[in-house]
């Protein structure tokens, strides 16, 4: 119910916020039923999970939709809310491994119909033990709250004119799409609950999938091709290693070769590079022996220098990618691939840190956690804000500036805006942004981003829009 009148879907809003609270209580608050014959579990028996290891995934989950509240880029919300689907999955199943959260994740719509039908069973079963009973006072109970509420509340409604226009903001109006999507929100929400509440009670056993043993190869079948590839590493990044940090002055002494070109050229290789490897680490951690000291010994050598040669090549994929922005400025995708690139840097780390005792059941979880304190960390640096900045500063050393561009920032940029010296551009760009960001807004949609933007770009109104639309959309 809390959802279907507060859920905006079509922006961020403080209502994503109010409704992820209202959910995480009413898990909360759930009775976790363990009765192997009314909750069947998905896979074979049921399992546990720390409670701290709950708290802090709800905790996350609530605070990746809180984002809603704050900043108004969709594009950083639509990622808030996918991460949050994660987050949520991991905050009620029990599986450690990557492999044990990856089925716990694609058995969550399976849920979602078995919860249901678990709910179903369980209202029927209420109802079979107290006869109609139940449902009369449930009836009962929710008439006579409602005639408590229309009665006190309109006597307080005609008493005050402040109280009443509160109250007329939070009543929604009825109407025919207002009710259908009341509808849809809620019976989605009710699906998704329903699921959350019976993967608590009847969680993925965590059992052999969190069994990261696979089947063992030779020593040679695995420390060959990694030691090759080692070799391989390290003569890249000796051999390249004024190419890879040489930076301006690598770009001025090559003849034909462009700021774009150079960190175009091998950016999104090294990015390339980074992610297979971590594939190949997760492998070896996998399949290469482990059992007498030799080869606990050869595996943290071999491992520790792909790791740590991996790191110098993230070093020199963010060098790169520094070298253009400070070029070129900023934009969404280089600032969100650079972010990656530092969360792969940590997850290297913690490989690293892992190859001490070879044992690191911990880490699946561990990397998704700095994946995620890392979008966290994104949305309150205000990645539009940061780009606008950028912007702003390369506007006052070149006087070169991409007006269009920077009028399909979100509302989260106009304070970084508000603050550039031309004030005839300043007052262009701010309306640019104003013009596309909703002026009729009720409780749900409220937005802080939003709301500072409105208040800014009504202190700098444009002298003549239809100059300001011919220099931003101009060809």
């Known amino acids: 119910m809390v959802s279907a009148f507060a859920l905006p879907l079509d922006r961020p809003g403080i209502g994503w916020l ?182 608590r009670a009847a969680p993925v056993a965590a059992g052999d999938l969190d069994k990261t043993e696979g089947r063992k190869v030779g020593r040679l079948e695995w420390a060959v091709p990694l030691g090759l590839l080692v070799l391989l590493f390290a003569a890249f990044v000796a051999v390249q290693l004024t190419v890879l940090f040489g930076g301006s002055r690598h770009v001025v002494e090559t003849d034909g070769l462009t700021y774009a070109e150079y960190a175009r050229s091998g950016f999104w290789q090294l990015c390339a590079v980074t992610v297979l490897t971590l594939v190949v680490l997760a492998g070896a951690a996998r399949w290469a022996p482990r059992t007498g000291r030799a080869d606990r010994a050869l595996l943290r050598w071999v491992l520790g220098a792909l790791a740590v040669l991996t790191l110098v090549i993230v070093a020199s994929a963010l060098h790169r990618m520094s070298v253009y922005t400070d070029t070129y400025g900023l934009t969404r995708l280089r600032l969100l691939v650079a972010c ?70 979100s509302p989260d940029a106009v304070p970084a805006l508000a603050t550039l010296d031309d004030a005839e551009r300043r007052a262009c760009l701010l309306w640019a942004i104003g013009d596309r960001t909703a002026a009729d807004e009720g409780w749900r949609e409220w937005n802080l981003g939003r709301q500072t933007a409105r208040d800014l770009i009504a202190e700098y109104p444009p002298a003549d829009t239809q100059k300001c639309a011919q220099e931003i959309y101009r060809d």
């Open 18 to 199: 109010i409704t992820a609270v209202a959910g995480t209580a009413a898990l909360v608050a759930a009775r976790v039923i363990r009765d192997e014959d009314a909750v069947p579990p998905l896979v074979n028996r049921p399992g546990t999970t720390l409670a701290r290891d709950r708290f802090l995934w709800a905790t996350a989950t609530v605070a990746l939709l809180a984002v809603g509240t704050f900043r108004a880029a969709e594009w950083l919300f639509v990622l808030c809310v996918l991460t949050a689907t994660v987050t949520t999955v991991l905050a009620i199943t029990t599986g450690r491994s990557l492999r044990a959260i990856v089925v716990g994740y694609l058995l969550t719509p399976i849920a979602a119909i078995r919860g249901l039908r678990w709910l179903q069973l369980g209202f029927a079963r209420q109802s079979h033990r107290g006869s109609n009973t139940a449902a009369i006072r449930v009836i009962g109970t929710v008439a006579v709250s409602l005639l408590l509420l229309l009665v006190f509340g309109s006597l307080f409604v005609s008493a005050d004119a402040a109280f009443a226009r509160v109250f007329e903001a939070l009543v929604p109006e009825i109407r025919v799409d207002s009710v259908f999507r009341w509808v849809f929100v809620g019976t989605l929400t009710l699906t998704l609950l329903a699921g959350a509440a019976y993967l």
């Open 340 to 409: 990656c690139e530092v969360w792969f840097g940590l997850i290297l780390v913690m490989v690293l840190v892992a190859g001490i005792r070879i044992h690191a059941p911990w880490l699946p979880r561990a990397a998704l956690g700095a994946g995620v304190l890392a979008l966290l960390g994104l949305s309150v640096a205000n990645p539009d804000g940061l780009i606008a900045e950028n912007h702003v500063q390369r506007y006052e050393r070149t006087q070169r500036i991409d007006d269009w561009f920077l009028s399909t920032l």
